[in-house]
């Protein structure tokens, strides 16, 4: 029984430390109002360009072709930008992947933004002509049957979001240097499979316009004010987490360090357009617009200067906020060291330069997510890395 | 059953409330939220249990993620492009770990005979001992049924579940009814099973907290081991002692539902050579017996072993790290009135609300935490109409291991239904605890005697576990 009474001791006074909290020393109103100021300019941008990527697959499918399905794509790519930008506002519990309290209804992250997916659930691959939902003629298609089919039987049966839609407009990657080829001829209407692809796509792009909206809206409506009405103590736990846990445990662990680990050439974020480089980009961009409280639209034209938490730290401990925005600007030049597509990097040998440049955008990452926990300590705010 | 950590239990649980603004009468009242020490997660949304340790260090998240992909990955078929990553076969139950624990959860069964299986199997022995004392595995179709196969290898059945509804009164008038599976196989590859072949149905249980069963000292199951009910009080408590392949001895059960495996490795290991067909350094063999061997002959081999033993590693480390969602409803006066009762009518006898891990797992972190998986991880006679009839080492054929109940409430969060027990005829958690009988007859019928709102006192304290 001794060591249960010691450890009862140890609980005991943890316990009471966290009963007990000294008045803080800084003011974060204006940090919290930037925060959700930038979240909701965030989404808004995120719905614009994938209403903007909408339009361009009505116009691919009013008549596919070469043109129209390039077009496609690279509205794809702009509207990802916004939208990687965004991820560090998950991890706990917000508008994207929480429980709505009113409602119970769940953010729609899971729904938006799962990867990997089994190809041969949604369509034909090589070697199964027949394979997927839009070859299956007893699958119902509309917007309910596909979201009620993500991922039940398993994670990666993805129904919906960036990446099904990803493989719709690209198919298997299968070419070493480039990304995913699918035909536009596969979206040539008259014929009972390909209109069934093409209901799918359109079904897809319904669906994803209509989630980010539910987000925004959530922003706009009332999180930000729920966010602004928490302690501050609490709401910049939630904030910082954030942005550790995309840092460290996201990126570094699981976008880039256990792609390499796995030692397989399509275990990336965006395999199919192979711009996986781009969603690395935009996510650092997101931490760095939270870290400075500078928003700057990705087409560059709005620009607004906030409270970051770069100014938060600073006003306790202007050292440390001082090696976190190093640690931001050296993953930054690092990363631009790695030359896309990021398959390539997953294909070197070990040793290779760019595992080397890899593994050092890894340790930067995490030196900074590291970073974060420091800083919530001396600001007396818990952080907590999400492992999901 | 000897008394537990009471001590210790109203020591914290003062101290907890101190902390609260509402600190209530009774002792056991208010219950605590932390279920899993420092590994509780406050995550009540769809990825409730599929979150690390909160207490990792960041390196460390990368092997969680590796860790996390391996449960992931669908196994495919040799040779293949991923060569990491193939060998299913050729027989298999389903191509990966998340394929019967979705979302790190717990698997359901069927919900009739048109439904194919996807997250349970069916075991399979006949009289008789292995060389270990463990289950002799059926002389055809081995120790368990693989209900898929590779193309060109056929399956060795088709399970059809079918449920047989028995209705029940409570005393105060009240009815409900029980279901119970009818099991058939169908397309047996290799003819009859025969008369003396015992089969059970085990529906895939929920992976997350298992590290910190892991960790809870052996000293300490076998403090509260009662094997003889030497306190007479109906409730024995035996600990299964099993064969543990790493140390090449026996070693204490406490992982599947009698407890017959000893470590989260050997329990990784064991399924990976079962279930999905991929065998590692720790099972070098599938549940191929030596009558089925010709279906390997045109079978390409995914390599020896065909998971790396550093990817067991990380699936290892992965599924010990898996945190446990925290308590919700803490201070619902129904929950607690809930939770009293839970004490009173003698379900904490087994089910136990405290546990202290040890101090000398490999994993830090799972060290020293205050647990509550309300389990004591000890075989239980739960009587006729739950036996399975199949002894499992120490275990009879109507003994089970007692489930963990953390994370109760969140099931149908995270994985859509609410089913329970290991063959899943449970539609509810009132219907587990009707079905419990044996050592827990005596908790079942006060239940029973239970008025309608205390009933539903106690059903909405566990499901706020």
């Not at chain 2, 904490?348 to 004591?376: E, F, K, M, W």
Request: glycine fraction near 10%; hydrophobic fraction near 40%; charged fraction near 25%.
């Amino acid at each position: 029984m001794r060591i249960h009474f010691v450890v009862s001791a140890l609980a005991l006074a943890s316990l009471l430390a966290a009963c007990s909290s000294p008045a803080p020393q800084w003011d974060a109103t204006d940090h919290v109002a930037s925060y959700t100021d930038l979240a909701t300019r965030t989404y808004e941008e995120s719905v614009e360009k994938a209403e903007r990527f909408a339009t361009a697959i009505d116009a691919f499918l009013a008549s596919p072709d070469d043109t129209t399905l390039a077009l496609a794509r690279d509205s794809w790519i702009e509207a990802r930008l916004p939208y990687g930008r965004s991820e560090v506002f998950r991890f706990y519990g917000g508008p994207i992947d929480g429980i709505d309290p009113a409602t119970g209804e769940e953010g729609p992250e899971i729904q938006l933004n799962s990867w990997p997916l089994n190809e041969a659930f949604l369509d034909y691959v090589v070697g199964n002509p027949e394979a997927g939902i839009v070859n299956d003629l007893d699958f119902v298609l509309d917007r309910d049957t596909l979201v009620q089919n993500n991922a039940v039987h398993d994670e990666a049966d993805v129904t919906t979001g960036w990446h099904a839609i990803e493989f719709l407009l690209w198919g298997q990657d299968l070419d070493p240097v480039g990304a995913g080829n699918r035909p536009a001829s596969d979206y040539e209407p008259g014929d009972p499979i390909r209109d069934r692809r093409r209901q799918v796509l359109t079904l897809l792009t319904e669906q994803l316009v209509e989630d980010l909206r539910w987000v925004r809206d959530r922003w706009q409506a009332s999180y930000g004010d729920e966010l602004t009405a928490l302690p501050q103590d609490e709401a910049l736990s939630k904030i910082f987490s954030g942005v550790a846990t995309l840092a460290g445990f996201e990126m570094a662990g699981e976008r880039l360090g256990a792609a390499l680990d796995s030692g397989e050439q399509e275990d990336e974020h965006s395999c199919f357009s192979d711009t996986t480089h781009l969603d690395f980009r935009a996510n650092l961009e997101g931490l760095i617009q939270v870290f400075s409280g500078r928003y700057e639209s990705v087409d560059g034209t709005v620009t607004t200067e906030g409270h970051g938490l770069r100014e938060l730290i600073a006003s306790v401990d202007p050292d440390q906020a001082a090696v976190l925005e190093n640690l931001l600007a050296e993953s930054w030049q690092t990363l631009e060291r790695l030359d896309p597509p990021f398959d390539a990097v997953l294909r070197s040998p070990p040793g290779s330069t760019h595992r080397i440049t890899t593994e050092e955008l890894i340790v930067h990452l995490q030196q900074f997510a590291e970073g974060m926990v420091t800083a919530g300590e001396s600001l007396g705010i818990e952080v907590v890395i999400a492992a999901e | 059953m000897r008394p537990f950590l009471i001590s210790f239990l109203c020591l914290t649980t003062t101290v907890w409330l101190a902390c609260r603004p509402d600190p209530g009468g009774d002792p056991l009242s208010g219950g605590e939220p932390l279920s899993g020490g420092e590994l509780t997660v406050f995550d009540t949304a769809s990825t409730a249990f599929g979150r690390s340790a909160p207490t990792l260090p960041v390196a460390e998240l990368r092997q969680v993620n590796l860790g996390n992909k391996l449960f992931n990955t669908n196994w495919v078929i040799a040779p293949s492009s991923t060569t990491k990553f193939d060998g299913l076969g050729p027989l298999f139950n389903r191509v990966s770990c998340s394929g019967c624990h979705l979302r790190d959860g717990r698997g359901r069964a069927p919900s009739g005979p048109d439904e194919a299986p996807e997250s349970m199997l069916i075991r399979l022995s006949v009289p008789g001992e292995d060389q270990h004392g463990g289950p002799e595995p059926h002389p055809m179709y081995g120790g368990q049924l693989q209900d898929r196969a590779i193309p060109g290898v056929r399956a060795e059945a088709r399970i059809e579940i079918h449920w047989i509804e028995q209705p029940g009164t409570y005393p105060d008038g009240t009815q409900y009814s029980l279901r119970e599976p009818d099991i058939r196989l169908i397309d047996l590859a290799h003819g009859p099973l025969g008369d003396d072949t015992m089969m059970s149905m085990r529906v895939a249980p929920a992976v997350f907290g298992g590290g910190l069963l892991e960790a809870i000292p052996e000293s300490e199951l076998a403090r509260v081991a009662d094997p003889d009910d030497l306190d007479g009080d109906g409730i024995s408590g035996r600990l299964n002692r099993v064969w543990d392949l790493e140390r090449g001895a026996m070693s204490t059960g406490r992982f599947g539902w009698k407890a017959g495996v000893p470590t989260l490795r050997q329990q990784n290991a064991s399924a990976f050579a079962g279930d999905i067909g991929i065998i590692s350094t720790l099972v070098p063999v599938t549940d191929i017996t030596s009558h089925q061997e010709s279906l390997l002959e045109d079978v390409m081999s995914g390599g020896d072993p065909e998971l790396d033993n550093h990817f067991l590693d990380r699936l290892t480390f992965y599924t010990q790290t898996l945190a446990v969602p925290a308590r919700r409803d803490v201070d619902d006066p129904r929950a607690r009135r809930g939770e009293t009762l839970f004490a009173d009518i003698g379900c904490a006898s087994c089910h136990l609300p405290a546990v202290i891990t040890g101090n000398d797992h490999p994993i830090p972190q799972l060290r020293n935490q205050t647990i509550h998986p309300y389990t004591d991880l000890l075989l239980h006679d739960m009587g006729e109409a739950l036996a399975d009839q199949r002894p499992e080492f120490v275990a009879t054929g109507n003994e089970w291991r007692t489930p963990p109940l953390w994370g109760l409430g969140l099931i149908p969060v995270v994985n859509g239904h609410s089913e329970l027990l290991h063959d899943g005829r449970a539609r509810s958690i009132e219907e587990a605890v009707l079905w419990h009988g044996g050592e827990a007859e005596a908790s079942k019928d006060r239940f029973t005697e239970l008025d309608a709102s205390d009933r539903d006192a106690l059903l909405t304290f566990l499901a706020s576990l």
